[in-house]
T-cell receptor, first 113, second 114 residues
């Protein structure tokens, strides 16, 4: 158990809908990262938060947004969903920013039908 | 921007054979991390290398960080079926607007045939 909790584990929704994925980082970790992993693909970086502030953005679509709350949990919002958004979404947390080891949650498998 | 490339993309070996995956960064890295993702699982941290030319071992796994801190390798000796999975390298951005962003290579998918 990595200590990172992601909910829900599975999500099936229709095109055009909006969903929210939730991540609770390990106790004490200030950094939260979101990654998208499509079938047999690598980990595509979406966004990084540190202590409530956005620090870096990857190729995140405008339909996607995220935030990190004062209690350090994070949410990834995906709207106007398309079939191609079906993927595994991972959250990872680390103690600091700047290259400390990252601990991954179990992921949320999103299926858009 | 920083790119982290990993080769090969796939590797099939017979149990007992050795395996190596290589990682190259377009920029100098402050450190490099390696992760393993079992089929159906999530990435799990294996190790972090920080120093130029550093070599670390974990049982049958040997990790190297290049002298220029732009490349790294993971070598597994005498693979076992428990080694199957995808091995990722990851490098943090050192500064600028992407400071702290952890970029992953595409991963090497290892299959071990008994």
């Amino acid at each position: 158990d990595s200590g990172v909790t992601q909910t829900p584990k599975h999500l099936i929704t229709a095109t055009g809908q909006r969903v929210t994925l939730r991540c609770s980082p390990r106790s004490g970790d200030l950094s939260v990262y979101w990654y998208q992993q499509s079938l047999d693909q690598g980990l595509q970086f979406l966004i990084h938060y540190y202590n409530g502030e956005e620090r870096a953005k990857g190729n995140i679509l405008e339909r996607f947004s995220a935030q990190q709350f004062p209690d350090l949990h994070s949410e990834l919002n995906l709207s106007s969903l398309e079939l191609g958004d079906s993927a595994l979404y991972f959250c990872a947390s680390s103690l600091r920013t700047g290259g400390t080891e990252a601990f991954f949650g179990q992921g949320t498998r999103l299926t858009v039908v | 921007g920083q790119q982290v490339m990993q080769i090969p993309q796939y590797q099939h070996v017979q149990e007992g054979e050795d395996f190596t995956t290589y990682c190259n960064s377009s920029t100098t890295l402050s450190n490099i991390q390696w992760y393993k993702q079992r089929p159906g699982g999530h990435p799990v941290f294996l190790i972090q290398l920080v120093k130029s030319g550093e070599v670390k071992k974990q049982k049958r796994l040997t990790f190297q960080f290049g002298e220029a801190k732009k490349n790294s390798s993971l070598h597994i000796t005498a693979t076992q079926t428990t080694d199957v999975g995808t091995y990722f390298c990851a490098g943090p951005h050192a500064g600028g607007t992407s400071y702290g962003k952890l970029t992953f290579g595409q991963g090497t998918i290892l299959t071990v045939h008994p």
